[in-house]
């Protein structure tokens, strides 16, 4: 039997990603678990509204989005404990400008480079809804079809509830085959 246990956010794990944003002309950072797919083009990152990378992402319409995976985890993990108000976080990671102006993370294996389309604001907090406009691997982690293999590549995730993070596991299933007879 079910319990029910409440309006609990119950949509962990997910991955971690770290943003990054210019904000005066410097890149900045932050650690951010509410982030997902809203299209197959657009992704959606949700951030407090006091945070300070915010500033920059709506100026400049623009930002990227880093995959973490456990080789940068510590260093991605600070980004969500010190404050872009208080310290300066332009020197924390080696990055590249992506072709459309965005700060890539040299150590992430996958980068995405977003355009911001709009921001629904609810509960301070802003909700950026992104268009994807160039996605960055690494060539250790894709297949022989260039696309990413997750057998390879092993993001890490978020569980809110326990403030863990886990890696990803084996495959399980072909998604829409499962049920196909041989």
């Not at 978020?158 to 399980?172: A, D, I, M, P």
Request: charged content about 25%; some cysteine.
């Amino acid at each position: 039997m079910k319990k029910n246990i409440g309006a609990s956010l119950a949509l962990y794990p997910v991955p971690v990603v770290v943003i990054g944003a210019m904000v005066d002309n410097k890149p900045t950072w932050t650690l951010v678990a509410h982030a997902g797919t809203v299209a197959h083009s657009h992704l959606m990152v949700s951030l407090v509204q006091a945070h300070y990378i915010n500033k920059g992402i709506r100026e400049t319409k623009k930002l990227s989005v880093n995959v973490v995976d456990e080789s940068w985890l510590k260093a991605a993990d600070r980004m969500g404990t010190v404050s872009g108000h208080k310290v300066d976080k332009s020197q924390v990671f080696a990055y590249t400008m992506g072709e459309h102006g965005t700060p890539l993370i040299d150590e992430a294996k996958v980068s995405v480079e977003c355009e911001v389309d709009g921001n629904y604001e609810l509960e301070k907090f802003d909700h950026f809804i992104c268009k994807i406009l160039a996605t960055y691997a690494d060539e250790s982690i894709l297949n022989e079809d260039g696309r990413i293999s997750y057998q390879i590549f092993k993001p890490v995730l978020f569980e809110f509830q326990t403030y863990s993070y886990f890696v990803t596991g084996g495959k399980v299933g072909n998604c829409r085959k499962m049920n196909e007879q041989e």
